[in-house]
């Protein structure tokens, strides 16, 4: 899911938003990976899509990003309802396992051992926002799966507003604040925030939140453009340290693109 669902998504961003310039092989580059995400990929008998090979077998919620996000928007583009609730439920299942009373979600689940992972790591929970949002925005509002979809989200932000840094950045593990602030899971969720303000799902008071970390952001990006505080791609971890420990390169390609993504978000606001 890593090597398609991404960049399957940009595909068919770019191919929906100018459809008179599509080509016949921007169209069979989705359709394959259409074919992996819905029919090859490993799935658990309910549907979740999970990684058998990854650690004696895991479920992560990246993949609700790297796959779930893919299936919402081929939905979109196909037309058919049924990839969207697929979408939909890849949620809802790991919801149900990774979760916490708190809102916040432990990087992922291994199966083998039915249990969670120990720490809730900043950027894995916010793929799991950004696939929330981008979920919802292509649902139906009459989709039977919207409600609950929504309650994960709120319970989300609710907890996400608790351990946010006084200067507005998240922490690398959410709920340890004596770990070093990431950019990259600061701006995800800025987004989800700002885009769950602008299309009415939570109160517009939350607004302020994304804007502070924004303002939060602002510092870790340099005049030149340079994002900076980014952590690097990163597995499903046992110990604390694992997490302290991984590296934070100048413009981590995890950076870039969601520090504008949230900005972008918070303009639309300013607009209405």
Same mark, same amino acid.
């Given at each position: 899911? !890593?090597? %398609?669902?991404?960049?399957?998504?940009?595909? *068919?961003?770019? =191919? =929906?938003?100018?459809? &008179?310039?599509?080509?016949?092989?921007? @169209?069979? #580059?989705?359709?394959?990976?259409?074919?992996?995400?819905?029919? /090859?990929?490993?799935?658990?008998? !309910?549907?979740? $899509?999970?990684?058998?090979?990854?650690?004696?077998?895991?479920?992560?919620?990246? &993949?609700? +990003?790297?796959?779930? #996000?893919?299936?919402?928007?081929?939905?979109?583009?196909?037309?058919?309802?049924? +990839?969207?609730?697929?979408?939909?439920?890849?949620?809802?299942?790991?919801?149900?396992?990774?979760?916490?009373?708190?809102? $916040?979600?432990?990087?992922?689940?291994?199966?083998?051992? /039915? @249990?969670?992972?120990?720490?809730?790591?900043?950027?894995?929970?916010?793929?799991?926002?950004?696939?929330?949002?981008?979920?919802?925005?292509?649902?139906?509002?009459?989709?039977? *799966?919207?409600?609950?979809?929504?309650?994960?989200?709120?319970?989300?932000?609710?907890?996400?507003?608790?351990?946010?840094?006084? &200067?507005?950045?998240?922490?690398?593990?959410?709920? @340890?604040?004596? *770990?070093?602030?990431?950019?990259?899971?600061?701006?995800?969720?800025?987004?989800?925030?700002?885009?769950?303000?602008?299309?009415?799902?939570?109160?517009?008071?939350? =607004?302020?939140?994304?804007?502070?970390?924004?303002?939060?952001?602002?510092?870790? #990006?340099?005049?030149?453009?340079?994002? /900076?505080?980014? %952590?690097?791609?990163?597995?499903?971890?046992?110990?604390?340290? +694992? +997490?302290? @420990?991984?590296?934070?390169?100048? !413009? &981590?390609?995890?950076?870039?693109?969601?520090?504008?993504?949230?900005?972008?978000?918070? $303009?639309?606001?300013?607009?209405?």
């Amino acid at each position: 899911l !890593d090597s %398609c669902g991404a960049m399957g998504t940009e595909f *068919l961003a770019g =191919m =929906m938003r100018r459809p &008179d310039l599509v080509t016949a092989d921007e @169209k069979a #580059v989705v359709a394959r990976i259409a074919d992996w995400v819905v029919h /090859k990929q490993d799935r658990l008998p !309910d549907g979740t $899509l999970w990684r058998s090979r990854s650690m004696g077998g895991t479920i992560w919620p990246d &993949d609700l +990003y790297m796959g779930g #996000v893919f299936l919402a928007h081929w939905g979109q583009y196909t037309g058919d309802q049924k +990839y969207i609730d697929d979408a939909a439920s890849q949620i809802i299942h790991q919801a149900a396992l990774e979760q916490d009373t708190d809102g $916040l979600w432990f990087h992922g689940y291994f199966m083998s051992e /039915k @249990k969670h992972a120990p720490f809730k790591w900043g950027r894995g929970n916010s793929w799991v926002t950004v696939a929330l949002v981008e979920t919802l925005s292509v649902m139906p509002e009459n989709d039977p *799966l919207r409600p609950q979809l929504i309650k994960i989200l709120s319970a989300q932000i609710e907890g996400l507003k608790k351990v946010q840094a006084p &200067d507005g950045m998240w922490r690398q593990v959410l709920d @340890k604040p004596e *770990l070093w602030e990431e950019t990259s899971c600061t701006a995800m969720f800025a987004y989800g925030i700002a885009r769950a303000v602008n299309r009415g799902w939570i109160d517009a008071s939350n =607004m302020v939140v994304a804007r502070h970390a924004f303002a939060g952001i602002a510092k870790n #990006v340099t005049s030149g453009g340079v994002v /900076k505080g980014t %952590c690097q791609g990163t597995n499903i971890g046992r110990d604390l340290d +694992y +997490y302290i @420990k991984r590296q934070r390169p100048d !413009d &981590d390609l995890h950076g870039r693109g969601v520090v504008m993504l949230a900005g972008t978000e918070i $303009l639309l606001a300013g607009e209405k």
